[in-house]
C-alpha cells in the first residue's frame, strides 16, 4: 500500500514514463503468451475430440451390417425430416 502511495505521490518524469510503459509491455506480453498457450490447448482438445469422434456407418465392412444403428440412423432421418416438414 505504502508503494501504491509513493507512486502517486511520485511526479511524472519522462523516464518514469518509460519505465510505466516498459512494464506495462512486459505484462502485455506475458498476458498475450498465456492466452496464446490457452488457445493453443483448446484447440489441440476439440482437434483430439474430432479425431476419436466417428460416424460407425462409414467404417463398417463391406456386407457388415449393424441393425441398431441402421435403425437409430432411420429414426433420426424420420425426425429431421418431420421437423423439416413442419417448418
Sequence with gaps: MEE??????EPETVA???E???VLDKQHVADLERLYALEAEE???EAYD????K???LYLNKGEN?????ESYETLKVSILLT???I
Aim: zero cysteines; glycine letters at 0%; a negative charge.
Design 4 to 9: 501504491m502511495k509513493a507512486a502517486v505521490e
Design 16 to 18: 518514469s514514463l518509460q
Design 20 to 22: 510505466q510503459l516498459k
Design 43 to 45: 484447440y489441440l482438445d
Design 50 to 53: 474430432r479425431y476419436l469422434s
Design 55 to 57: 460416424d460407425e456407418l
Design 66 to 70: 449393424n441393425p441398431e444403428l441402421k
Design 84 to 86: 423439416l416438414s413442419s
